[in-house]
């Protein structure tokens, strides 16, 4: 046990914080699922009681829901949750606009826009809670990103989607994008925030080399359930090695 996480297993727990990943069964491509673990550990060493859960299709939806993460799967994934997405769009569009704090990435980011529309033409409804919109391309925007961004700093990750994605006025870009593509191949912007919605299509997994993204949102979820956020001590060692790594890699 290092030191961080002898004194957090010492220390009593600030109070419990609830992440719930939504279909990690069919939504949970380049290790997505990942970025629930960082909440987990990072929850933890910030002095709180993480409480990890997983929703798939048919299940009955958690409760007391302080963080919402969602990853990516391919078109046959987004095929099978759906019809159980739209079944749970209105309890997924209270808790954003009550300000809960989510990060959804890539085939999940698509699917809380307005709609995807595939390469030969299908389209999938979207729950709009996001001011976006999605096309299929035969274009494949693939290989490692630089995002920079007002409020995290440099955001860095791996895309690989054909899926070209614009906002809408009703949202705004994560940031710009130096190195990569992002959204589209043509307006040089990556991701949206909407609320305390990230949506990305950086995988890889997102958080464990972006931890102040995590950060924002236990300190999201915490101020809304306690009222206050208390930070803890992380240990960013291995998120600093591997920012350094993932900065180093080309295009």
Excluded at 21 to 37: E, K, S, T
């Amino acid at each position: 046990m290092n030191p961080a996480e002898a004194s957090t297993a010492a220390a009593p727990s600030k109070g419990r914080l609830r992440v719930v990943q939504l279909y990690p069964r069919d939504m949970n491509i380049y290790g997505d699922w990942g970025n629930a673990l960082v909440l987990q550990r990072r929850i933890a060493w910030h002095g709180y009681t993480p409480d990890v859960l997983e929703y798939n299709v048919g299940d009955p939806f958690p409760d007391n829901v302080d963080i919402i993460v969602g990853g990516g799967g391919q078109d046959s994934g987004q095929l099978v949750i759906q019809d159980d997405l739209q079944a749970r769009a209105g309890e997924l569009r209270e808790l954003a606009e009550e300000g809960a704090p989510m990060l959804v990435i890539c085939g999940l980011y698509q699917l809380f826009g307005r709609f995807f529309k595939t390469r030969t033409g299908a389209v999938i409804p979207g729950i709009g809670i996001l001011d976006v919109e999605t096309h299929g391309t035969d274009e494949r925007l693939i290989g490692n990103v630089k995002v920079s961004t007002s409020e995290f700093g440099e955001v860095l990750g791996y895309e690989n989607h054909s899926g070209q994605t614009t906002l809408g006025s009703g949202v705004r870009p994560l940031g710009t994008v130096p190195k990569g593509t992002g959204n589209n191949s043509t307006d040089g912007h990556e991701g949206a925030r909407y609320r305390n919605i990230v949506a990305s299509y950086l995988h890889g997994s997102l958080l464990p080399k972006n931890p102040a993204i995590a950060d924002f949102l236990i300190r999201t979820a915490a101020e809304r359930k306690f009222g206050s956020f208390s930070p803890g001590t992380p240990d960013d060692a291995y998120a600093v090695l591997a920012r350094e790594h993932a900065a180093r890699r080309p295009r």
